[in-house]
């Protein structure tokens, strides 16, 4: 991810709806939800979970698919993730340990079959 792209994705994040639709879609997993049901969840008017939902299609960090006469959003975890490697980039004073705990991306959003091969692993 680049500055420009990391700034884009801030600013999008940096009012309070937006970020609580971003958590909620996140929460939420791949399937997603639709428009309306992010409105009630948020407690905002559809009209307003829509401005906030193009703004954040428009940042990348939440996708957008028509499903019958619903369009679902769905978080961008790829984005996610590439905005919080941007933040660990040149962090942790050379400690590439505490680096590398935050690059592994498959200790997040596990289902309950992939959890339990990793506890046998271990």
Do not use: W
């Not at 991306?105 to 692993?121: H, I, Q, R, W």
Request: charged share 25%; net charge negative.
């Amino acid at each position: 991810m680049d500055e420009r792209q990391a700034l884009t994705s801030f600013a999008a994040l940096s009012q309070e709806t937006r970020l609580a639709v971003v958590r909620t879609l996140v929460v939420a997993g791949a399937d997603g939800l639709a428009a309306g049901l992010i409105a009630e969840r948020m407690g905002v008017s559809p009209s307003n979970v829509s401005f906030h939902l193009k703004e954040l299609e428009r940042s990348g960090l939440v996708t957008q698919q028509r499903q019958s006469r619903s369009i679902v959003y769905s978080a961008s975890y790829d984005a996610l993730a590439d905005l919080v490697k941007f933040l660990m980039e040149d962090c942790c004073a050379g400690h590439p340990i505490i680096r590398e705990g935050v690059e592994r991306s498959d200790g997040c959003c596990k289902t309950g079959a992939a959890l339990n091969e990793d506890d046998a692993v271990a």
